[in-house]
């Protein structure tokens, strides 16, 4: 089983920074893709970025050229860089990984608690 532990959200105006963390702990054999998403209130939950093991990443049009997410295989933790953040970026931020459990060779989807980030003046 794995849990995913986030940290990093919190309050930023607009064009403002924050970082990202989301660290895998537990019993797996490996973990392929791990990714962001983000739900803000009254919508569906939406991918914001994810990158495979090998290091192929993926955004969403609305983040290209402000987000980037990159990870730490050998500390099995995935990081997502935003700057300029926006208003419209205000959302609980998900953190998801496919991990290979040893006794499957299907990856299993694990999801993190979430993390508040509000962007305001």
């Known amino acids: 089983q794995v849990q995913l532990v986030e940290s990093g959200g919190g309050l930023v105006q607009p064009g403002g920074s924050l970082r990202l963390s989301c660290a895998a702990r537990g019993t797996f054999f490996s973990i392929n893709t791990m990714g962001w998403y983000r739900q803000a209130p009254g919508k569906q939950r939406e991918l914001v970025a994810d990158i495979t093991s090998g290091g192929t990443t993926n955004y969403a049009d609305s983040v290209k050229g402000r987000f980037t997410i990159s990870r730490d295989n050998a500390k099995n933790t995935v990081y997502l860089q935003m700057n300029n953040l926006k208003p419209e970026d205000t959302a609980v931020y998900y953190c998801?990984?496919?991990?290979?459990?040893?006794?499957?060779?299907?990856?299993?989807?694990?999801w993190g608690q979430g993390t508040q980030v509000t962007v305001s003046s």
């Open positions: 998801k990984a496919d991990a290979r459990p040893y006794y499957s060779i299907n990856p299993v989807a694990s």
